[in-house]
């Protein structure tokens, strides 16, 4: 089930999504919802309860107690009730601070990625500029050249210019 993104325009780190009406966290795959309350519990179908593992009883929730059933209760173990709301506000603030882990995690790794961006760019103006002074030398060793192919035909026509009056012997 796909969860649609809701901005709060907040930057308070929270980010959320909502799902067939449901509101969840934006990115969790699977949107956590509030459990069912038990209202009757038929006791033919327990056979053994395990107290060690009840920690918590929302009293308010059982409407109904087949007693026929129940032999023993250790009451030592039931002192403590505590609601679904109180489970999903635990979990939604495990979830908060894992997210905003990961949002920690990405800022840093966006700083770190702008630092080699900026690395490049600093290194790609170095080339530019490397470039830009093999351009200007090649310029002047062009300019060399031409003044040396200038000065060869002016030579040229000295010679031909002492042959013609005999000054210089032809070959």
Do not use: C, P, W
Request: hydrophobic share 45%; glycine share 4%.
């Amino acid at each position: 089930m796909a969860i649609e993104y809701l901005d709060t325009g907040n930057d308070d780190g929270i980010v959320v999504g909502r799902s067939s009406g449901k509101v969840a966290f934006f990115g969790v795959t699977t949107v956590t919802t509030q459990q069912a309350v038990v209202t009757t519990v038929d006791s033919t179908t327990i056979t053994t309860v395990d107290s060690t593992a009840i920690t918590t009883v929302d009293s308010t929730a059982i409407t109904t107690v087949d007693s026929t059933a129940i032999t023993t209760v250790d009451t030592t173990k039931a002192t403590t009730g505590i609601t679904a709301e109180t489970t999903m506000r635990a979990i939604i603030t495990g979830q908060a601070k894992a997210i905003n882990r990961l949002i920690a995690d990405s800022a840093a790794n966006a700083v770190a990625i702008n630092r080699m961006i900026t690395d490049a760019q600093l290194s790609a103006e170095s080339m530019n500029k490397a470039i830009a002074d093999v351009q200007l030398s090649a310029e002047s060793m062009n300019k060399v050249i031409a003044d040396s192919r200038a000065q060869a035909k002016a030579i040229n026509q000295l010679i031909s210019k002492t042959r013609a009056l005999g000054l210089f012997a032809s070959s």
